[in-house]
């Protein structure tokens, strides 16, 4: 998951405006995370975000992921079940 407090965006480069998506209640998982959840690779969830399964989010070259949508993924089809 992501760190959002102040000195970590500051050392990350990445201004105010850009944070206000992640300033809010919302869990945030990168491509990495995200596979580790699913116990899929980092290209499984790439391809799987490239079809349009998952939705994920850009900031700066980062790609997240929120965890409740892919929760709900899980509970309404077989993400887990088939390949990708």
């Given at each position: 998951?992501i ?36 116990g899929?690779t ?43």
């Amino acid at each position: 998951m992501i760190n959002t407090d102040k000195k970590s965006v500051k050392s990350n480069g990445i201004g105010p405006n850009q944070t206000r998506l992640f300033n809010n209640r919302i869990k945030w998982m990168t491509v990495k995370d995200t596979a580790k959840y699913l116990g899929r690779t980092e290209n499984a969830i790439r391809l799987l975000i490239h079809r349009g399964v998952l939705t994920s989010y850009k900031l700066g070259r980062r790609t997240y992921l929120k965890i409740s949508e892919i929760d709900e993924q899980l509970t309404t089809s077989n993400l887990l079940k088939g390949g990708c």
